[in-house]
């Protein structure tokens, strides 16, 4: 069984059970880490050559 989270956001309590974190905080920290997220990314792809 694999988890992502657009199944488990929607049983809020699973997804605390298995983050301790509220939906909403999780979103908050992923609206905060995204962007630097994605450049580090951006980053590594540009230094593998598969971008």
């Known amino acids: 069984m694999s988890l992502n989270y657009h199944k488990v956001n929607k049983h809020p309590r699973n997804f605390r059970?298995?983050?301790g974190?509220?939906?909403e905080e999780f979103?908050?920290?992923v609206k905060k880490?995204?962007?630097e997220w994605e450049k580090?990314?951006?980053q590594d792809l540009l230094r593998s050559g598969t971008y």
């Open 17 to 19: 059970d298995i983050t």
């Open 33 to 35: 880490v995204r962007p």
């Open 21 to 23: 974190l509220k939906i």
């Open 40 to 42: 580090l990314e951006k």
């Open 27 to 29: 979103e908050k920290i």
